[in-house]
């Protein structure tokens, strides 16, 4: 109906926005462990970056799948239980971080829980602030007939 208009800024690349999410997570994961009671880290830093590799996968792979089935609880909660998701997904991090010898530990699903809230936050903050997310606003205009 209308062409498509040409954004305001460039363009990024497939490859740049993996990164810069990447970057974005591992940055919001060290945040969740800096505030979190009951999320601890020890090791090298770049191991923060496996996390936030493995958090993603997860995020990409078994999100759908756990929306889809909770679909009516999500529904019920108008979207709350998205949280209790995202604290069964942190865990799940922690577990498999664990079986690679990355020590990163969840104690519990309250520090999951508010883990998964600390992350969100953090990482569509700065997603927003690195322009990844776009919005689109679209007005129509209908004649009076």
């Known amino acids: ?3 498509p208009s040409q954004p305001s800024t460039p363009q990024r690349s497939e490859l740049s926005r993996l990164f810069l999410r990447w970057l974005i997570y591992s ?3 060290f945040a ?11 090791g090298p830093g770049w191991q923060i970056g496996v996390v936030a590799l493995l958090f993603g996968l997860l995020n ?4 759908p799948l756990l929306y889809f089935l909770t ?13 209790v998701i995202n604290a069964l997904l942190l865990g799940l991090t922690s ?3 664990d079986q690679l010898g990355i020590n990163f530990v969840v104690n519990g699903f309250w520090p999951a829980f508010f883990g998964g809230v600390v992350i969100s ?21 209908r ?3």
């Open 1 to 3: 109906m209308f062409p």
């Open 27 to 29: 940055l919001a994961i």
């Open 32 to 42: 969740a462990v800096w505030i979190v009671p009951g999320i601890e880290f020890s």
């Open 60 to 63: 990409a792979l078994l999100r």
């Open 71 to 83: 679909c009516p609880l999500v529904i019920l909660t108008l979207g709350l239980f998205g949280l």
């Open 95 to 97: 577990a498999l971080a």
């Open 121 to 141: 936050l953090v990482s569509t903050t700065l997603q927003y602030l690195a322009g990844d997310v776009q919005f689109r606003i679209v007005v129509e205009r």
């Open 143 to 145: 004649s009076r007939e």
